[in-house]
T-cell receptor, first 112, second 110 residues
Framework: DTGVSQNPRHKITKRGQNVTFRCDPI?????LYWYRQTLGQGPEFLTY????????KSRLLSDRFSAERPKGSFSTLEIQRTEQGDSAMYLC??????????FGPGTRLTVL | EDQVTQSPEALRLQEGESSSLNCSYT??????LFWYRQDPGKGPEFLFT???AGEEKEKERLKATLTKKESFLHITAPKPEDSATYLC???????????FGQGTTLQVKP
């Protein structure tokens, strides 16, 4: 399968714990994006990378959230001290330049 | 402020009953408008990109059109397998991010 992959697909954690998600983009894509989606809403932009450089972060991204793409390939999104409001689907997408973005299956986070 | 509004929020059609979904947007310089399909519990699936007013794209029973203020997704003779949430997104000219609408959930009954 040459599409975008995300792991884990589901994560249940207790409030206050740290979690980390991984995204592997389509291999020839130089841009990688993170979005968050809650029930009944469209995806909401969090941050994106071009190669290993983080080009933009949403104002909604609190300092508990951090993303990396160390070698310009896969990316990780870490949430520290999780809160119940962090429960959502976390989506990763990749693209070549400003062309269409292809999404992965998402990681569903539940914070108890 | 760049934003996207989709209507209706939900749409129920009988199989074969054609209709249109609306996506209204405001943006300071449009780089592109994108349509996606999303099935429950899955990531969005890319359908179309439109770049300029007057442009049209077609794929099977779907046709997307674009004006300077809105886009339409026309569904001709839909089938039950077309049931999904359809998302519209804009890419402003000064960024690579997508700004999504809340989606239209389409249900097609046999």
């Amino acid at each position: 399968d040459t599409g975008v992959s995300q792991n884990p697909r589901h994560k249940i954690t207790k409030r206050g714990q740290n979690v980390t998600f991984r995204c592997d983009p389509i291999s020839e894509h130089n841009r990688l994006y993170w979005y968050r989606q809650t029930l009944g809403q469209g995806p909401e932009f969090l941050t994106y990378f071009q190669n290993e450089a983080q080009l933009e972060k949403s104002r909604l991204l609190s300092d508990r959230f951090s993303a990396e793409r160390p070698k310009g390939s896969f990316s990780t999104l870490e949430i520290q001290r999780t809160e119940q409001g962090d429960s959502a689907m976390y989506l990763c997408a990749s693209s070549f330049g400003n062309n269409e973005q292809f999404f992965g299956p998402g990681t569903r986070l539940t914070v108890l | 402020e760049d934003q996207v509004t989709q209507s209706p929020e939900a749409l129920r059609l009988q199989e074969g009953e054609s209709s249109s979904l609306n996506c209204s947007y405001t943006v300071s310089g449009l780089r592109g408008l994108f349509w996606y399909r999303q099935d429950p519990g899955k990531g969005p699936e890319f359908l179309f990109t439109l770049y300029s007013a007057g442009e049209e794209k077609e794929k099977e029973r779907l046709k997307a059109t674009l004006t300077k203020k809105e886009s339409f997704l026309h569904i001709t003779a839909p089938k039950p397998e077309d049931s999904a949430t359809y998302l519209c997104a804009i890419m402003p000219g000064n960024t690579g991010k997508l700004i999504f609408g809340q989606g239209t959930t389409l249900q097609v009954k046999p």
